[in-house]
């Protein structure tokens, strides 16, 4: 599911590298995997921090998930989003890999507004391009 | 029982709104020490160990730099604890206490400088592209502590049924003990609890009053050897204990820590009550880090003064409040409503308590505590004594 970007298009994006390529540019939920001992940990790192290892996969991880918090942004932080409040900024649990928290903005919901237990499913934006990188995905969590 | 070193000197320059002050970074740190070591009854040339820290966001100060400026002696001990912000200040009062303890520096100054015209808090900077945690955060809009510290209290009152009162009760001790405080930013500013609840969300639970502020100014004090201490003009604050860390997993990016939702230091909290022989009911007298309410709450029941479910009603009926709740909290006004020098201003009041000296003094006070963090671990936490233990 592709829809626009949530928050203004002038807001930066990550910056995209060996490790959390496959997370912000695959259009899939992907988490970094341990080719070691199996061990799956989410943000990204150059390091297990189980085993040590420092070879990866990014495996598939299921597109639905919880949200276990959120907060609503009122007083804007960034030049980009003076127009953009207020907004919803989630925590999402995944139902797979198990434990797994990713940050994201629910889309499509009442007013901004998101609730904890609330059943979400994964959503992309359209690529963003910045110069000298791999164009980005940004997750955009739906209500199911 | 540790006490083997104590504070015998404080000082601190105005305090200003930010960007108010007539005055640069260096030149507020230079007041703030000078006043503390006057204080000690010492001159510069017995200062002989500096400790502070800085952000990527504030002006740094380099300790070789102002050693020399200020007309220290051999500068023997320099060192910054790390990493964070304003959970350290309690962490710089012990990596002080550690080094007059082992003989490594006679009179260490501990100090903090903030001047918000010259670099500011509080914003995400402007960059096209954001890299490490911020790649998480800042491209969905948490980009500042304000939400990071939002998202994490929204799960905690979720879980242990935390009311926004809670939040008011703290955002409200500090204001009314401001209102005794001249050196105060909200000095003359009181608020009610209708103002609190009415008051513009910043991001939610976090209304505007549950926001620290960011001022411009510096505190300093000098920590020396109980022997020495003994000979000091002001009666000293004993270190009786200082703790600081947090729980193993408590530094993994992007809220993935199992100690989600909590401050992550519960395992302070055990040390520092092992370390000094005594129990959190012990406690006359607490300043507690307040970036915003909602990481006191948490802080409240890490060190266990309460469990998360009792938080309602511990915070509640006056109990905050100086001079006779059942523990008084932030009793010069905290980062909320006296001054955001990074925290370092709290430990300051913690030493006047000690002293008597507090604006909103609490009687008899043996067992002073300062608290610095959570929202940012590791977690840091210094406790004075009257007496020397």
Known sequence: MKSQRYLPDALPVPEVNDVNRAFFTSGEIRIQTCQACGSVQHPPLELCCTCGGFAFDYIAGQSSGTVCSYTIVHHPTHSALADAVPYNVVIVELDQPPGVRVIGNLVGGIENRAEIGQRVVAGWTTPIEREGQAPVQLLQWHPI | ?389
């Open chain 2, 1 to 389: 029982m540790h006490g083997r070193a104590a504070v015998v000197g404080l000082g601190e320059s105005t305090y200003y709104r930010p960007g108010r002050s007539p005055h640069s970074a260096l030149q507020l740190a230079a007041t703030a020490i000078r006043a503390a070591v006057a204080d000690a009854g010492l001159v510069m040339a017995d200062i002989d160990g500096l400790v502070t820290w800085h952000t990527p966001l504030d002006t740094s100060l380099r300790s070789a730099n102002l050693a020399s400026w200020l007309g220290f002696g051999n500068l023997r001990f320099a060192a910054n604890p790390t990493s964070g912000g304003g959970n350290l200040s309690a962490a710089a009062v012990g990596l002080a206490d550690a080094a007059v303890t082992a003989g490594y520096a006679n009179n260490v100054v501990v100090y903090r400088s903030l001047n918000q015209g010259e670099k500011r808090y509080g914003r995400s900077l402007d960059e096209e592209v954001v890299s490490d945690e911020n790649a998480y955060r800042t491209p969905f809009g948490l980009g500042a502590p304000a939400a990071f510290n939002a998202v994490l209290s929204t799960k905690y009152m979720h879980d242990h049924g935390v009311r926004q009162d809670a939040l008011a009760e703290i955002a409200l001790a500090s204001y009314a003990h401001a209102q005794n405080n001249p050196r105060a930013i909200m000095y003359g500013k009181p608020l009610t609890r209708e103002q609190y609840h009415a008051s513009r969300w910043i991001a939610e639970p976090f209304h505007l009053y549950d926001c620290c502020q960011e001022s411009d100014g510096a505190c300093a004090m000098v920590v020396t050897s109980s022997e020495r201490a003994a000979d000091a003009p002001q009666h000293p604050a004993f270190i009786q204990a200082s703790a600081n860390g947090m729980v193993p997993d408590g530094g993994l990016w992007g809220f993935n820590d199992g100690a989600f939702p909590s401050g992550r230091y519960r395992p302070v909290g055990e040390e520092l009550w092992q370390r000094a022989g005594v129990r959190p009911t012990d406690i006359d007298v607490a300043q507690f880090y307040e970036n915003f309410t909602g990481t006191t709450m948490m802080a409240i029941a890490d060190l266990g003064f309460c469990e998360p479910g009792e938080l309602n009603d511990f915070l509640a009926d006056g109990r905050l409040r100086a001079p006779d709740g059942g523990l008084p909290i932030n009793t010069s006004g905290g980062n909320l409503a006296e001054a955001y020098i990074h925290g370092l201003q709290l430990v300051n009041e913690a030493v006047r308590q000690v002293r008597n000296e507090s604006v909103n003094q609490v009687p008899h006070v043996e067992l002073s505590l300062s608290v610095a963090g959570p929202g940012t671990p590791p977690g840091s936490t210094v406790l004075f004594s009257r007496s020397r233990p």
